[in-house]
């Protein structure tokens, strides 16, 4: 797996994101890109309190972190960044590098077009926006990592 790990979760930090991917992998360095996040301390505080003893937890807003690109001073195995949908994803497109790793792990849109598996369920929209997105880089779903994937790529498609 990849040092850049980009998740897509609606619901940012729960079960699945803690025990399936920061204690998994031992991560230690974990971000939340999310301008009402960034905006509201409490709710921050709050996903910060049920991280490990010893994570580095930070918060950014969309530009901040497209501008700071706070993920390249890390030198740690692995990075996780989480956003919580698709758009949020693509607007720091900027940051990608073929050295992420793409997890789509938890979307439930209300309009539940298309089902990717039983944690992501998309609009028609967000799906060409991800179609769009396999053309340069793979995308993985799954819930967490032991899982076996769902892969969706230039060469392979859900």
Wanted: charged residues 25%; aromatic residues 12%; contains cysteine.
């Amino acid at each position: 797996m990849k040092k850049l790990i980009y998740r897509v979760d609606d619901r940012f930090i729960h079960g699945q994101v803690l025990e399936g991917w920061i204690n998994y992998l031992h991560i230690k360095d974990i971000m939340i890109v999310n301008d009402v996040i960034a905006q509201d301390s409490i709710r921050a505080s709050i996903y910060k309190s049920t991280l490990p003893a010893g994570s580095k937890f930070s918060v950014y807003s969309i530009n901040d972190f497209c501008e700071k690109k706070p993920y390249l001073k890390i030198k740690k195995k692995y990075v996780l960044i989480i956003v919580g949908s698709i758009d949020d994803l693509l607007k720091i497109e900027e940051t990608f590098s073929s050295n992420i790793y793409f997890n789509i792990g938890c979307i439930a849109d209300n309009s539940h077009d298309v089902c990717i598996n039983d944690s992501v369920f998309l609009s028609l929209n967000d799906f060409h926006k991800l179609q769009s997105l396999s053309e340069n880089y793979d995308l993985y779903f799954h819930k967490v990592p032991w899982e076996k994937p769902v892969i969706f790529s230039n060469n392979q498609r859900v």
